[in-house]
């Protein structure tokens, strides 16, 4: 069974950058779909971005489009999520996933595994 593990959250304050990483077992992340969602309280889980290792394709929501970085690093079967110029609106439980196709890259369903999550918090 896919096993997602993020770490990497914290509180910092509106325009600082903090880093996420997602360690991914059992199957290779260059290999498949990896997407980062976010959850903020009394809202609906969220697409923030999302890499397909194996073209090295990536994407990302148009909220966060040259702010944060999604990258995948092969040896430590690792993805990250670079954010800068962090807002406040940035804040929520960040999810990692993964999914065997980028075809649907932002729509939660499309994706058959998740981590637990780790807390961002943007200060203002």
């Known amino acids: 069974q896919v096993q997602l593990v993020e770490s990497g959250g914290g509180l910092v304050q509106a325009g600082e950058s903090l880093r996420l990483s997602c360690a991914a077992s059992?199957?290779?992340?260059?290999?498949?779909?990896m997407g980062w969602f976010r959850q903020a309280p009394g809202k609906e889980r969220e697409v923030v971005a999302a890499?397909?290792?194996?073209?090295?394709?990536?994407y990302y929501a148009d909220s966060v489009k040259g702010r944060f970085t999604i990258s995948i690093d092969n040896a430590k079967n690792t993805v990250y999520l670079q954010m800068s110029s962090l807002k406040p609106e940035d804040t929520g439980m960040y999810y990692c996933?993964?999914?065997?196709?980028?075809?649907?890259?932002?729509?939660?369903?499309?994706?058959?595994?998740w981590g637990q999550g780790t807390q961002v918090t943007v200060s203002s």
């Open positions: 996933a993964v999914a065997p196709w980028c075809s649907r890259w932002s729509a939660p369903d499309n994706y058959s595994g």
């Open positions: 890499i397909y290792g194996v073209y090295g394709n990536s």
């Open positions: 059992e199957y290779s992340a260059s290999d498949n779909c």
